[in-house]
């Protein structure tokens, strides 16, 4: 059979009623889940996973499957209204988002961010059903060497978020990579800078400094500079997009799309990865760069498409090799061998209907998001008409809440409020923020990469060129990070 | 209110009972437990919390609890939940924590202050062989083989597996100390979750790679991956142990249910009794086989006497792969 009919099949199983609902359930839960910071897809389907006692397992995973892209889109929410990220892949989003809803552009926003993960999602979705084996050969070609190359590269985009001077940028990027060396560490299995802390052994969350850092830090920088009665924030302009927000926003869309779905794919990519590289890349290509920093749409379109797309390139060795490259992966191959399938190179083969059913349901609920969230952006849009002191109030609740409720642990609500009280200090003398996040998620991956490479090649750093990926990939590091600078010495020498 | 059927339930001789699969709620021993709190050092999803899963279904199942409630708290190879279990269930009668031969490990190289002796062994439950792998391509085609490149210059011959001083490592530092490798020389590169160590395996990234048998199962199965060796005592699954190949190294990755510290000897026969009858019955069979568990039953003090044995030889090797002190 082709893929053609295969997919047919799974929309006939998919779009019975029964079925139907199941994916309704599960982009509702996700989309909730995604708005609430710290409780995140993989801890919600793990607590469902009982379930898979009691239901039959295409039921299940179309349910899973809803919740998972589901979280992607609630995400983008709160990022962008009260900048506090709902999961780790939604931080980049922030950056953008939430200057373009202090400008009052939030609707235009929140449209671009939903538009863009449904286009980023279908065709991501359509690009497990038919570019599976290509992009996952070309996943397996990436070792360590290649990570680390990748990791480098990403380190650039690091200047994209430097903000006016360097020197502190770099500074906020130091802070993140020391937080990134706290707890063991994989390699030796000895513990660093936990000062005795078990709770610190397993490192610190990236959501907690990014709540931390955004939503706390922010908040006590406003009540300690703000003495007047605010106004609250009025919305600019009409709710959804303008045409030029369109315009300004399909390139985006496909280039973050073209960043997430390999990258995501990589059995080490993850879903911020290519949201730093997309965001990067449209700060280099945007017409109107002297808006990066204020609140440029390109900056949440490209990053949330990135993200979506690179949910679904999580799903490609998930489904064609039975290799979980995310929490959330690991936790739905839980739920397969609950049921007594094995997830393997041999799934497509052994269990065919249930495979293409899931990527079926994955187009229905995608599409379903859309039409659920477009709707929502309105009734959100009004929690911006609170005024500031409350609308505060409530995000020290609900940044706290989401905290404490998810983990329990009051280890992780003091690490809040003191990364909280940096956030404030950094704001206070002008530091940006964003470095400490990518410096936190970067820093540990580029470090074990680069050990990794290490022992395998024997402590030859040769490994890095004699790879033609990772070499390129160094290559073009070092072309982005030095190229701007060469050309504008070598235009200004002829000039 | 007694029913008819209370006291024929009561007239039954609980064992018995057990063994013919009968439903029995309340046996002489076992007076006192009707719920059982259930705490997972891990978090949801991972191998301690389908252990937790599994008792509960089975024990539901064959009438034997029908009470639960669960606790997880994640972190560091169970140390983070460890001392919470034992500060906050001291004592308590009919409270149970999910643990195995990785908390052993993760209490030595943390160094934590407290350890899986500081709790009261009840049960081993199940045990899972690792297994020896290399890629299809690899030009290694025996353990025999393997071995000699090992022997050879062991900084050649890379391993990926999980993170360092947990099961994985520590089985392939007995293999490296029993072949007189010094084990502090192997070139082990850690990965955290069987996913991208597997994917560094299919890529041909490193030489061979040790996990969980039921981790690389289906690439085994499917001819991408080459399976030497398992570390049980006998082979498994098509594949022979490393005893049965000459070398005398055996590991297990048990997990097994402990309960709180400070409860009284009787409490600790009610506890072992309920998995003495979980395990005899239908439910906990049929989930051992849909699983792929090896259900390697200890129970009471030849349990205790295990664990004791595994914690001494377990450090001692860490302290020769230079993670403990």
């Known amino acids: 059979m082709s893929t053609l009919d295969n997919l047919m099949m799974g929309f006939g199983i998919a779009l019975t009623p029964m079925n139907l609902l199941w994916a309704l359930c599960g982009v509702t839960v996700g989309t909730a889940i995604g708005v609430l910071p710290g409780l995140g897809p993989g801890l919600t389907i793990a607590l469902l996973l009982p379930i898979t006692y009691k239901v039959d397992p295409t039921a299940a995973f179309i349910l899973f499957a809803g919740i998972y892209y589901g979280a992607m889109y609630g995400g983008s929410t709160t990022s962008i209204l009260i900048n506090t990220p709902g999961e780790s892949a939604s931080i980049v989003t922030s950056l953008e988002g939430h200057k373009m809803a202090k400008r009052g552009r939030a609707g235009a926003a929140l449209a671009t961010a939903a538009v863009g993960s449904f286009i980023a999602g279908q065709i991501g979705t359509l690009g497990i059903a038919f570019l599976a084996e290509p992009v996952v050969n070309l996943a397996l070609k990436f070792g360590p060497a290649e990570y680390f190359a990748l990791m480098v590269l990403c380190f650039v985009t690091v200047s994209a978020v430097l903000g006016s001077y360097a020197l502190r940028g770099l500074t906020a990027l130091a802070i993140g990579l020391f937080f990134g060396l706290i707890g063991v560490d994989l390699q030796t299995g000895q513990a660093r800078f936990h000062f005795g802390v078990m709770e610190l052994l397993d490192g610190i969350s990236v959501l907690i400094v990014a709540v931390g850092l955004f939503a706390i830090g922010e908040t006590l920088h406003l009540a300690a500079t703000k003495r007047e009665e605010e106004k609250a924030l009025e919305l600019d302009g009409p709710v959804g997009m303008t045409k030029e927000d369109w315009k300004r926003s399909w390139k985006p869309w496909l280039r973050g799309t073209a960043f997430g779905f390999p990258i995501g794919a990589m059995p080490a990519g993850g879903a911020e990865i290519p949201t730093f590289l997309s965001y990067y890349t449209e700060k280099k290509l945007t017409k109107h760069p002297e808006e990066f920093g204020k609140g440029a749409i390109e900056g949440v379109a490209g990053p949330e498409a990135a993200n ?135 820093g540990p991956m580029a470090e074990q990469e680069f050990r990794r490479a290490m022992t395998i090649s024997n402590g030859d750093m040769m490994i890095f060129i004699d790879k033609p990926i990772a070499l390129s990939l160094l290559v073009i590091a070092a072309l982005a990070a030095l190229g701007p600078k060469l050309w504008s010495m070598l235009t200004a020498r002829r000039g | 209110m007694t029913t008819r059927r209370d006291v024929l339930r009561a007239g039954l001789l609980a064992g018995a009972a057990a063994g013919l699969g009968l ?53 560091a190879g169970g140390m983070t939940g460890l001392p919470r279990f034992i500060n906050g269930k001291k004592g308590s009668s009919n409270a149970i924590m999910i643990g195995g031969m990785v908390m052993v490990g993760a209490g030595a190289v943390a160094k934590s202050p407290v350890t899986i002796a500081n709790v009261t062994p009840i049960a081993r439950l199940t045990g899972e062989a690792l297994v020896i792998v290399v890629p299809e391509a ?118 097994g249910v402990f309960a709180a510290p400070g409860i009284t000897p009787a409490q600790r026969t009610a506890l072992v009794g309920l998995f003495d009858r979980m395990v005899a019955g239908p439910a906990w069979k049929k989930t051992l086989e849909t699983r792929g568990w090896e259900g390697i039953y200890l129970s009471g003090d030849a349990y205790g006497t295990y664990v004791n044995n595994e914690i001494t030889r377990i ?6 792969l230079g993670l403990a002190a």
């Open chain 2, 138 to 255: 690899s030009p290694h085609k025996t353990l025999a083989d393997l071995v000699a490149a090992l022997k050879k210059d062991p900084k050649t011959v890379s391993w990926a597996g999980g993170s360092a001083g947990g099961s994985d490592h520590i089985f392939i530092g007995m293999l490296a100390k029993s072949q007189g490798v010094d084990p502090r020389s192997v070139a082990y590169v850690a990965y955290s979750g069987g996913g991208p160590a597997q994917a560094a395996l299919l890529g041909n990234q490193v030489t061979a790679g040790v996990s969980g048998y039921g981790e690389f199962e289906e690439q085994i199965k499917a001819g991408k991956l080459r399976a030497l060796a398992v570390s049980g005592d006998t082979g498994q699954f098509g594949v022979k142990s490393l005893k049965e190949q000459g070398i005398d190294v055996s590991l297990y990755n048990w997990r």
């Open chain 1, 308 to 442: 979506n797309a690179s949910a679904a390139g999580v799903l490609v060795p998930l489904l064609t090799l039975g290799l979980p490259t995310s929490a959330t992966a690991a936790i739905m191959l839980s739920a397969f061998t609950s049921y007594g399938i094995n997830p393997g190179p041999q799934l497509l083969q052994t269990q065919g209907p249930l495979v293409w059913t899931l990527i079926a349901s994955l187009l229905i609920g995608n599409l379903m998001l859309l039409v659920l969230n477009l709707p929502l952006i309105r009734i959100w849009v009004k929690l911006l008409k609170i005024p500031a002191p409350q609308m505060y109030a409530g995000i020290l609740v609900f940044a706290t809440i989401g905290t404490y409720g998810i983990s329990r642990s009051v280890v992780d609500l003091v690490l809040l409020y003191v990364v909280g009280f940096l956030g404030f200090l950094m704001r206070r003398f002008d530091f940006p923020t964003a470095p400490v996040i990518i410096g936190l998620i970067l």
């Open chain 2, 315 to 320: 450090t001692a090797i860490l302290k020769d």
């Open chain 2, 23 to 75: 439903p029995v709620s309340t046996p002489a021993f076992a007076q006192a437990i009707t719920s059982l709190d259930v705490f997972v050092p891990a978090a949801p999803g991972g191998g301690w919390d389908a252990t937790a899963r599994a008792i509960e279904a089975a024990m539901r199942d064959d009438d034997i609890i029908k009470e639960f409630k669960f606790e997880h708290v994640p972190g």
